[in-house]
């Protein structure tokens, strides 16, 4: 299959492309019809997704089967006061993708995030449940959404959590790092979601592509925890003795409020090509060794 994958320098756009040249996931094989030369990866260097010409321009001659939208602004706090680098990241670039994907009859899968709901639940969202995000960052996502499904037949909106992958930053690394350098670690315990391993994730978006089965999708791994529970699993697993304590959010304020309780519900995924996604701490811990083995 022709792809283009956008964002392809970020955590899960890394994940494809390791998973695409090595034919596997953690969890198991890719499908056959994927192969590396097929492949264009590209950032914002390459193409800014909220210039409509440009993509256009691009995708024309590219011609791909499909494309992968892991291109996002992703600073959750930076949202709060750069709304304009927001929107046109999260919103007008996947409308721009979703209008040419929608010409050249391509597919397009989009990814999202649990911050597009307010977090009042205590059940796992899912995939219909009504958004209505609290901060900057989830409402451009939500906008994004709107118009993929507004400008595209054929695409997948898909909504991960809390992400980790090899390449890039994320909060296991930053907590690895700051209980070294520290011996101890303050992390808030009434947020709740779902640590998500990106190569999982990309497991999941290859299979879904081979599908019709367009609409949203939920894709998190198994298992509820705080920020706390997860920064323990990680520094426990890292092999560092460091202090690891639990506050509230009202004792770590941040620039941009985030969802109390954000867990997604995979309902889709089970109802379609399966979920195959890990226990979230059978995921960390692999993450965790390979991280350490690798020389982080
Ligand atoms: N990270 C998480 O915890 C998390 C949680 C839930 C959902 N998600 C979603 O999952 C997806 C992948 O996240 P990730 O963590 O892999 O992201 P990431 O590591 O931040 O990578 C995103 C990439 O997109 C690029 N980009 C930004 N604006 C662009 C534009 N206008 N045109 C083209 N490229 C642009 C970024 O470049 P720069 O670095 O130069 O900006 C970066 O290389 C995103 O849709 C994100 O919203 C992530």
Redesign the pocket.
């Known amino acids: 299959m022709k792809l283009v994958v956008?964002?392809s320098?970020?955590?899960?756009?890394n994940e494809i492309l390791s998973i695409i040249k090595s034919g596997y996931a953690e969890i198991g094989a890719i499908p056959e019809n994927f192969d590396i030369s097929e492949v264009t990866a590209i950032?914002?260097d390459d193409?800014?997704?909220?210039d409509l010409d440009a993509t256009r321009a691009f995708l024309t001659k590219v011609k791909p089967d499909a494309v992968v939208?892991?291109?996002?602004?992703?600073n959750v706090n930076a949202c709060e006061t750069e709304t304009q680098t927001a929107y046109?990241?999260?919103a007008e670039?996947p409308r721009n993708l979703a209008i040419v994907c929608e010409e050249i009859g391509a597919k397009l899968v989009h990814?999202?995030?649990?911050?597009v709901f307010s977090g009042d639940g205590n059940t796992p969202y899912k995939e219909n449940d009504p958004t209505d995000p609290c901060g900057a960052y989830g409402k451009t996502?939500e906008q994004g959404e709107k118009f993929v499904l507004e400008n595209c037949k054929k695409a997948f909106i898909m909504r991960?959590?809390?992400?980790y992958?090899y390449v890039?930053k994320?909060f296991a690394k930053t907590m690895i790092t700051v209980a070294r350098n520290n011996g101890a670690v303050k992390v808030v315990n009434d947020q709740f979601g779902n640590p998500t391993s990106?190569n999982d994730v990309a497991y999941h978006i290859l299979k879904l592509l081979n599908t019709e089965n367009y609409g949203i999708y939920h894709c998190t791994n198994n298992g509820i925890c705080s920020w706390y529970d997860f920064a323990l699993r990680v520094i426990e697993k890292a092999g560092i003795n460091a202090t690891v304590s639990p506050c509230s959010t009202e004792e770590y304020p941040t620039p941009a409020k985030r969802p109390a309780y954000s867990a997604l519900d995979n309902a889709n995924l089970r109802a379609t090509i399966g979920d195959e996604m890990r226990d979230w701490q059978t995921a960390v811990d692999m993450y965790v060794n390979k991280l350490i083995e690798s020389g982080f």
């Open positions: 956008t964002g320098l970020g955590q899960l756009g950032d914002i193409l800014d997704i909220s939208n892991c291109a996002a602004f992703t046109k990241a999260n670039g990814i999202s995030t649990d911050y996502k991960v959590a809390w992400l992958g890039g994320n990106a």
